[in-house]
Every structure is written in structure tokens, then in C-alpha cells.
């Protein structure tokens, strides 16, 4: 669903009804929060800060559409991140201020000198690196009169839930529920299921229709084999043109890479291809036992703590669920051909939480409403 800007949350809600989308009491009641918020941060007053707004519930419920409604309507600083990419910002300014003596406090007030607001799209904690930092930087941010908006899949309390140390997690956590209005956004049903016009981007066992997409989309274009540089890692892509690129699954998935080379990636191809796409689901690993280690940040006494179990596959899900989120962020559609359907292409492992946004937003790549610049809720 396309849209011309609108000046308020509210006014895209209404624009949003009136192409046809389907109403939600859950993302009315987000709506008018976020409308309460617009009108505070343009009201002229700079204190106290407004409360900020929290939107947690399941995958597809237009959680991510309703916070870049906000976020785009906006007159005063502000800056939007996916909440993975700020953590590794954050963590490239610690390396930075290496030395300093309150380098969180000071980080914070670089971000205030930048935006009044941040907003977070899929706020998830599974680090104790990230919830030590988190512990204070989120202190830190309110105290300096920042405004959050997040999305997540979880409410506050469940955030690192059963993590190691989660008690360092706890002031931010308090913070939170201090500083934003909580709001639970499920109108039970995944908008991204609606009834769309369909766009085939997922294949099955069927190697020739990336073949034939390949060379419809590089028609007239220079084409290679030849491995390549992208964010300093050597790729070695089937073949790539000017406006697309085309790996198998082993040449991408399963090689060392994180999300920062997707971003760049994506930064430089319009279209990715990605072919032969193993079924992902495994056999559970037995669960490890780790005894009391250090964390990174300090000594600490623990105990026998169990380990999740892990499949083998689950080191390529993750850099998959990296690779469909870099590509869902900047709307460049993602080509796949897979031994599986789907809906069985990851069933079974540590992941499936996590792979439950991925199979949704793949699910919604598989239509006309998504592609460069769309927007739908």
C-alpha cells in the first residue's frame, strides 16, 4: 500500500483506511497514542519530555508501519534505526571512547545534541553485553529528556527473559515502563496475509526460474562471476549485474558474515537472488552446560546455567533472518529457490521465535505491495 505523506500518525491511519486497509481496534488504540505524542512534540513545549510509546505483539500486526508513520511525520530531530543496527553503533562508540571515564553518559548526549526522538524497530535483547549496556545507556537517555518510540515482540518484562545477569537489564526495564506508554498491539490477525496482488519470488526445487529472473532483470547489462569486495569481505555471487546479484545459499548463509555486509549489500543491489535453499530445521543438539565464566564486562559468580540447544543449521538461520531483515528495511526484494515450501523451510530449533518475523516478511515479499520504496501497514 503506496501512500502520499501526511502530516500526522492520524491522517496516515485514515489514508491507510480509505486504500482499502482493514481495521484493527489494537492499532487504533496505537494510533491515537502516537497522535497524543505528534501533537506533544509540536506543541513548542521542550519539558517535561512526553511520555514515549512502546508497541509489543506478534509479527504483522503493522507495529513497524505505524512507528515509520510517526517517525515520518515528524518536525523535530529525530533518527530511526533497526534496534540491532543502534546496538552496533553503540558498540562501535564504546570502542571509540575507550579511555573515557562515563563513555554511556556520553554517548547519550550525543544522541540528545542529534534527536529529540528514537525510534526502534524490533527492540530484542539476547546479549549480556547488550544488557549491561542497556542497564544504564537507557538512564541516561531519559535523563537527558530523549522521547522513545520501539516496536518489539515482547513486552518489557519479557525482554532477556531468563538471560544471564538479566538483573543488569532491570534499571532500563523500570525505565521503560516509567518513560513510555506500554501498549500491546494484536488485533489477531497478520496484515501482511491480506489478499494482495501476488508477485512468485519463492520457488521450489526450480533452479531455472532464477536462471531466467537473472537474466531478465541484467537484460542489456555487463554481467560477471567474478568474486567481489562488499564491506571488506571477498563474496563469491553465481553472477551479478548493476541491478541484481545471484548466490547460492552456502555462498552467503553459511560463510562468516554479519549484518553490517547484508547492509552493504543491500546498499549496492536493487534485487538479491538466493538459490538453493536447504530445509533448515534439525535435530536438536543436547542442551550444554556452561559453569561460572567471565562475561566480558566483569568477574561473576554463577552457577551450572543451562544452555539453549541449538540445531547445526541454526549459525546460516541467523544470518538469514539478518539477510530478510536488511532487505525488508530497505524494501529490496528477495528471490528465493528452495528444496521446501515456505511455511517448512525453518520448523524446528532455537531460532523459531525469531523466524516467525523472517517468515512473515517473507510471506509478504510474495506480493505486489512490496518492493523499492512501498510502504504498506
Known amino acids: 500500500m503506496t501512500f502520499s505523506p501526511a502530516s500526522s500518525p492520524l491522517q496516515s491511519w485514515h489514508q491507510a483506511l480509505e486504500q482499502g486497509f482493514v481495521a484493527d481496534t489494537a492499532q487504533q488504540k496505537a494510533v ?11 506543541d513548542g513545549s521542550t519539558t517535561p519530555a512526553p511520555m514515549g510509546v512502546y508497541l509489543w505483539g506478534p509479527v504483522g500486526r503493522g507495529k513497524t508501519w505505524l512507528m515509520d508513520s510517526f517517525h515520518n511525520s515528524l518536525q523535530v530531530p529525530s533518527r530511526r534505526q533497526h534496534f540491532h543496527h543502534f546496538m552496533q553503533w553503540v558498540h562501535r562508540r564504546l570502542f571509540a571512547l575507550t579511555g573515557s571515564a562515563d563513555p554511556l553518559s556520553i554517548i547519550a548526549r550525543e544522541l540528545a545534541a542529534e534527536a529529540r526522538v528514537l525510534c526502534f524497530d524490533e527492540l530484542f535483547i539476547n546479549d549480556i553485553g547488550d544488557a549491561s549496556i542497556l542497564g544504564r545507556l537507557f538512564l541516561e537517555m531519559f535523563a537527558q529528556g530523549m522521547v522513545l518510540v520501539a516496536t518489539s515482540n515482547q ?4 525482554l532477556y527473559e531468563h538471560g544471564h545477569n538479566r538483573e543488569r537489564l532491570l534499571p532500563a526495564i523500570a525505565a521503560i515502563q516509567q518513560h513510555m506508554r506500554v501498549l500491546q498491539v494484536d488485533g489477531g490477525q497478520d496484515h501482511r496475509l491480506h489478499p494482495a496482488q501476488a508477485v512468485q519470488r519463492y520457488w521450489v526445487r526450480d533452479e531455472q526460474a532464477l536462471a531466467g529472473l537473472f537474466d531478465q532483470l541484467c537484460e542489456g547489462q555487463s554481467c560477471s562471476d567474478r568474486p567481489l569486495t562488499v564491506n571488506h569481505q571477498q563474496l563469491h555471487p553465481l553472477r551479478h549485474c548493476a541491478t541484481a546479484i545471484w548466490f547460492d545459499f552456502s555462498q552467503l548463509c553459511e560463510q562468516p558474515l554479519a549484518a553490517q555486509d547484508f547492509m552493504a549489500l543491500c546498499d549496492r543491489y536493487p534485487v538479491i537472488l538466493l538459490g538453493r535453499v536447504p530445509g533448515l530445521s534439525g535435530t536438536l543438539r543436547e542442551a550444554g552446560i556452561a559453569r561460572g565464566t567471565e562475561d566480558a564486562v566483569e568477574q561473576v559468580q554463577a552457577g551450572d546455567r543451562v544452555l539453549p540447544p541449538l540445531t547445526r543449521q541454526d549459525d546460516s538461520v541467523r544470518r538469514l ?22 511455511d517448512e523451510l525453518y520448523t524446528s530449533g532455537a531460532l523459531t521465535f525469531s523466524f516467525r ?16 520504496n512501498a510502504v504498506s501497514p
Open 321 to 342: 533472518i539478518a539477510l530478510v531483515d536488511e532487505c525488508y528495511d530497505r524494501r529490496v526484494p528477495l528471490y528465493i529457490e528452495a528444496d521446501v515450501p515456505l
Open 155 to 158: 513486552p518489557p518484562q519479557q
Open 32 to 42: 491515537l497514542a502516537l497522535q497524543a505524542l505528534h501533537q506533544s512534540l509540536h
Open 357 to 372: 518475523r523472517t517468515l512473515s516478511r517473507l510471506t509478504e515479499m510474495q506480493s505486489e505491495r512490496f518492493g523499492a
